[in-house]
């Protein structure tokens, strides 16, 4: 079974940085894309980057110049650069993978979340 596991989240000022990291572990697996999703409170959860196979990227109009996601060489691990945070960039952001493995096949597998939050 493949688990991401988030890390990063904090207390930032408004104007400072964050960088994200998601980490996907387990046996026998492949990752396709990979992206970050974030959910504010009373509000339905939305996607902030993603970065496919080819390593292409794909930015919500809110984050473009503001935020970079990034993989490694093995695409096990992806990063989400936060900068010029906003109060309104406050939310839990969950990693989220399309992940093939030879138990389950093809799937989604998400994050447990990490709290990102901007102060004024």
């Known amino acids: 079974q493949v688990q991401l596991v988030e890390s990063g989240g904090g207390l930032v000022q408004a104007g400072g940085s964050l960088r994200l990291s998601c980490a996907a572990s387990?046996?026998?697996?492949?990752?396709?894309?990979m992206g970050w999703y974030r959910q504010a409170p009373g509000k339905q959860r939305e996607l902030v980057a993603a970065?496919?196979?080819?390593?292409?990227?794909n930015y919500a109009d809110f984050v473009k110049g503001r935020f970079t996601i990034s993989r490694n060489n093995a695409k096990t691990t992806a990063t989400l650069q936060m900068n010029s945070l906003k109060p309104e960039d406050t939310a839990v952001y969950y990693c989220?993978?399309?992940?093939?493995?030879?138990?389950?096949?093809?799937?989604?597998?998400w994050g447990q979340g990490t709290l990102v939050t901007v102060s004024s």
């Open positions: 989220n993978a399309d992940v093939y493995s030879r138990i389950l096949g093809d799937h989604e597998v």
């Open positions: 387990g046996s026998l697996f492949s990752i396709n894309g």
């Open positions: 970065i496919s196979h080819d390593g292409s990227t």
